[in-house]
């Protein structure tokens, strides 16, 4: 049965709330800020990188757990609230990461990969609920709903980052008892994407219903959930089905990760865009990706979950192929353009200033458009084909599945920045992850 409005409109909260930590700080500000200047160039993205590569090793390795025990003892708002914790612990202590890295980089670093897995493990709990108030048939379209709303609030978050903090920045050493030039007003990123998550995850808590606990002690939860977890394996013949989706999904997910993380990085390192314009960037891409996400639930449940995967996945292919045939001064692989143009600096009121960044803007408008429908519909193929009494054991696997081999991507990228200092070749390795998973859906029912 479906919950009331303000239960499901309350779980869509969860987008709102968690997504500066991905906007503001995975893609366009922080991480930028972190390969820029607080570990510069390709060291600082081979950092990055491995910062998501030990996050997704954690999550995909306790995640089907987890997921398991708690479809036995119920009680997923108790966990989700101990991993909502540790992950506004996690964004707070960005704060630490001056310039130059004085201080040393590990407080950052664990900061970072403290955060990515605790949103890991509370995205596991929500997603687990939407089958709880929602039915199959109108899943597609809450699903689109939660996604929605989350880069809704990445491009609140990034205006309102940009004008009260980025723009002032570049005119004062001391802006509201910052420190500019220490990056302060860069910095306090962090604390505030925390402080955002705690204040707009409150409706989730308070007005979205949780499963019955039940009465058995946690010691025998675990016991039982990891027999069952392993039992699950064991009869992977029964929901083949399900694993074949999952396998697939392991394969393009790695790419939407990756794609993400490092989108704002290339902005910057490839394409020679300064922070302010990587942040209009974002707002650009925001304008695109909230409404898609929305029309991508609708159209979820009008054309079904497969082909709304197999549309988003073939754009994002095609528009990540255009996107990394694009430097400064280099076009869709073979034509030169100049780093510097005035017709474009007019055009766009001087806000960008080459041609080369005004064909990645249009470029990555069809990353914008596809990514949102992709996480829809995979979330609401989920609920179709999961058996009920399983479904937070099974999107545990989904999140072992987005994240088990989300080291690999990174790692991969990694090795090949090491070798060629080209964040370029690295993101050919994207693209490969992304045609697999094309190749896969084929062999997924949606039955």
Known sequence: MRASRLSRYSWTMFDFANQPFYTLIMTFVFSVYFTDVFIGG??????????????GLAI????PVLGSITDIKGNRKLLMGISSALFVLGMALLW?????????????????????????????????????????????????????????????????????????????????????????????????????????????????????????????SIKIGLTNFIKTFKETRKYKNI???????????????????VGGVYASLVIGMSLTQV??????????SGPS????????????????????????????????????????????????????????????NSISQLTYICVVIGISIFYGPAQTASRALMIKIAPQEKM?????????????????VPGIMSI?????????YAMISIMVFNLIGIVGMYFVSEK
């Open 96 to 220: 630490y990461s001056p310039p130059g890295a004085p201080y040393g980089i590990w407080l950052v670093m664990f900061g970072l990969i403290l955060a990515s897995a605790m949103v890991g493990f509370s995205e596991v709990f929500n997603n687990s609920v939407l089958s709880t108030i929602e039915t199959p048939e109108n899943s597609g379209w809450l699903s689109g709903m939660g996604y929605g709303v989350g880069y809704i609030a990445g491009l609140i978050a990034l205006i309102l980052f940009l004008i009260i903090f980025v723009w002032p920045g570049g005119e004062t050493e001391n802006l509201y008892g910052l420190n500019t030039s220490e990056y302060e007003h860069i910095r306090i990123v962090g604390p505030l994407s925390a402080i955002w998550y705690a204040v707009f995850i409150i409706p989730l808590f308070l007005f979205t219903p949780d499963i019955k606990k039940n009465d058995i002690t946690v010691i025998n």
């Open 60 to 63: 995909a390795i306790l995640s």
């Open 279 to 288: 942040l209009i960037l974002g707002i650009i891409l925001n304008i695109f």
């Open 243 to 261: 694993f074949t989706f999952l396998i697939t999904r392991m394969f393009y997910q790695d790419a939407l990760n990756a794609l993400f993380v």
């Open 293 to 352: 996400s929305i029309y991508g639930g609708y159209l979820n449940d009008l054309i079904g979950s497969k082909n709304v995967i197999n549309l988003s996945l073939w754009g994002l292919f095609l528009s990540g192929v255009l996107g990394i045939s694009i430097d400064k001064d280099t076009i869709f692989f073979f034509f030169t353009v100049n780093e510097y143009s005035s017709n474009v600096e007019e055009f766009t009121f001087g806000i960008f």
């Open 392 to 408: 937070t054991e099974f999107f545990g696997l989904y999140a072992f599945a987005g994240k088990s081999t989300a080291w690999l």
């Open 42 to 55: 390709a060291d600082g993205a081979q950092k990055l990188t491995l910062t998501q590569t030990i996050s």
């Open 416 to 424: 090949i920045l090491a070798f060629t200092d080209s964040l370029q």
